[in-house]
Nanobody, 129 residues
Framework: QKQLVESGGGLVQPGGSLRLSCVAS????????IGWFRQAPGKGREGISC????????YNADFVKGRFTISRDNAKNTVYLQMNNLKSEDAAVYYC??????????????????????WGQGTQVTVSS
């Protein structure tokens, strides 16, 4: 069974950093686009950053503003999200999701419309002083 497991969330002070990890099992990420999404309490799920199977192209939401960076290591079947200069509004449950490249129209479509069929359970990020 295809599985994605996120880790690395926790409590961080404003201005701090976290690196989230997403490990895939049951399938190889070699042919899958991957994205990071988040959902704050009472709000909808929003896309953060999505990248192609080879990591050669990336779509970033406007709010990222250079603070977040997606990367992947296909040899380890793992994707990362480096988050720097965290703000209170970044507090949310963070999810990774994967979709086969053949079914991805555009990375923007994947991120903005959340068009992915494989999702992890999420990891909580809390930003508090």
């Amino acid at each position: 069974q295809k599985q994605l497991v996120e880790s690395g969330g926790g409590l961080v002070q404003p201005g701090g950093s976290l690196r989230l990890s997403c490990v895939a099992s049951g399938f190889s990420l070699d042919d899958y686009a991957i994205g990071w999404f988040r959902q704050a309490p009472g709000k909808g799920r929003e896309g953060i950053s999505c990248t192609t199977s080879g990591g050669d192209s990336t779509y970033n939401a406007d709010f990222v503003k250079g603070r977040f960076t997606i990367s992947r290591d296909n040899a380890k079947n793992t994707v990362y999200l480096q988050m720097n200069n965290l703000k209170s509004e970044d507090a949310a449950v963070y999810y990774c999701a994967a979709e086969h490249m053949g079914d991805v129209r555009t990375l923007e479509d994947m991120c903005v419309r959340r068009r992915a069929r494989n999702w992890g359970q999420g990891t909580q990020v809390t930003v508090s002083s």
